[in-house]
Structure formats: structure tokens, C-alpha cells
């Protein structure tokens, strides 16, 4: 089984490799993939050196599975390239998300969508995955009328140069900026780039991506999306209404026996999920279940994961395990 991770250099490329690492993937070629300045460096995995190669070098080794961590642009240029080269590709950029011929997927809610046909697979936006992750098997229960929700998103989410700005601040050293104002002490309400209505891109990422997974074109979603100066993981305010009423105890029964989230609710004992709680780690943690008393059939919660990780690399590899299940590589 030979599997490439383009972009291995980069700070998911490097927790995809741990996760395959650690979950046992079957890989008996690692082809990293970087740019042409990471070329010719190595990365360690399963306590093996491997070559860093061009991605073209990655291409012409004809791997089974391809990992791509390195951007639109990258995957726009590159992932059809691979697959006509007889590869899957699992693509965590935004570049295909929406593309109808391509499933969007978070394996535990529809891993079902993919088939032998499918030959580009997009990972979801980290934010996207979290809240869907509770909010499917909720979905299926009471059907979702209408989202709204904040995301409190991790510096990790932009990258390394934003985590150096950060440190950089902390430590009162003058540096690189990732962003145009401090983040340090502060909370910037924008991630991604604004669009013509107001919304950032990351706004629009949460909205049509929940819309294809949970399978509903019309379900009302509005978001605002800020970056916060943490590095475990992104967290969200989540007010969702359903068609029905509900229990609040069913709920938490409900994701409770969710795979893949793990409730953390008990107010009297301050229990609530933090990044803190959630880096690290492959659950997605939900707390702060309650009644909104505003509106009918309304529920708040507080959605915590680390985006590094089920937000991006566990996702992609649960992907790439699940092709192998289904015996599609």
C-alpha cells in the first residue's frame, strides 16, 4: 500500500502522519509530498525516515491513496492529475467541496456516499465537521429547521506563521504577521476572506457544507466566525431549532451513544468541553446542553474538537480506512 500525503511538511500534513501512525494504517510506502523548498528534507513515521519528494516526484510513484494537506491551489492543479494516475484522492482543501460529483464526508454521518465511481473524496472545513458531528444523529431525531451558530476558532486553523504571530506577541518579539492586527489578547471576527454579502468564506464553509452532509438544500444556517488566540482546538456556540419539540434527556442520551462524541454537561460541577479538554484528542466534545427559553423547540449547546485532528487529519484517514473496508483501493 503506497500512500502520499501532499503537503507533509505543513502542520496537518504532519498530524496526518501521526494519526496513520498511530490508528496502524497499513502503509508500506509513505510518499511525502511538498514544495519544491521542502523537497529533499525527511519526515519520520512508524520510525522510518522517508524522503520528502516534489509533487510530481509523488505523482510518478503512482500511489493507491493520496492525503492532500496543501491548499486550493495545490489540489485544483494536482488531485485530478492523481486520480487519472490510478489514485483516490482525499482532499482536505475547500477546492472540491462543493463540486456535485464529489461526496463531502464525515465517515461516521455518510460514509455511505462513497462507491467504487468516486475518485476524489473532500474532507469537510474543521468547523464544519464538529457541528455536524453532533448535530446529524439530532437531525434524524427531530430534523434541524434552523442553525445558528459562533465558532471560537484556534490560531492552528490559519497555521504555523499564525501560531509563531501569537508567540511572537507573548514573548514581545517583533515578527511575521499571519493576520492585520494582534491576536494576542485578542478576538479578530474574521477568518478566511470576506465575500461580496458581508460573510466570510469560513461563514459560507459552514453553511453549504453542513447543508450537503446533512442532506438539506433549504435548512436556515447563519454564522459568524472569530479567531482566538488558543492552539487547541476550535470551539462553538451552537442554537439550533428543531421541527419538534424534544427532551432534553433524550438528547443527551442521543449523543451520548453517538460514536465519536463524548458529552461533557454537568453545570454543577463547572464540566463543559475547553480546547484545553478537546487537543489531542479524535472526540468531539458537546456541553452546555440547554433549553433556549426565547424560542420554541430550541436548543443551546458548546461544541469543542481539535481541529488538527478530527477537524482535519482523523477525519481524512478514517476516510482513507474506510476505502479500505470497502475494499474500493
Known sequence: MRIAVVGATGMVGQVIMKVLEERKFPVDELIPAASERSAGKEVIMNKQS?????????????????????????????????????????????????????????????????????????????????????????????????????????????????????????????????YSYPIDKNCIPQCDEFTADGYTKEEMKLINETRKILGDSNMQITSTAVRVPVTGGHSESVNVTFRKDYDLGEVHDILSNTRGVEVMDNPVNSLYPMPLTAEGRDEVFAGRLRRDLSASNSLNMWIVADNLRKGAATNAVQIAENLIYKRLV
Open 50 to 178: 522517508w524522503k520528502v519528494l516534489s509533487v510530481i516526484e509523488a505523482l510518478e510513484k503512482k500511489p493507491q491513496i493520496a492525503l492532500f494537506s496543501a491548499g486550493g491551489d495545490i489540489s485544483r492543479k494536482w488531485a485530478e492529475l492523481f486520480c487519472k494516475n490510478g489514485c483516490v484522492v482525499i482532499d482536505n482543501s475547500s477546492a472540491w467541496r462543493m463540486e456535485e460529483h464529489v461526496p463531502l464526508v464525515v465517515p461516521e454521518i455518510n460514509a455511505s456516499s462513497i462507491d467504487a465511481s468516486h475518485r476524489l473524496i473532500a474532507n469537510p472545513n474543521c468547523s464544519t465537521i464538529q457541528m455536524v458531528m453532533v448535530l446529524a444523529p439530532l437531525h434524524k431525531k427531530y430534523g434541524i429547521k434552523r442553525i445558528v451558530v459562533s465558532t471560537y476558532q484556534s490560531v492552528t486553523g490559519t497555521g504555523a506563521k499564525a501560531v509563531e504571530q501569537m508567540m511572537n506577541e507573548r514573548e514581545g518579539k517583533k515578527g511575521e504577521m499571519a
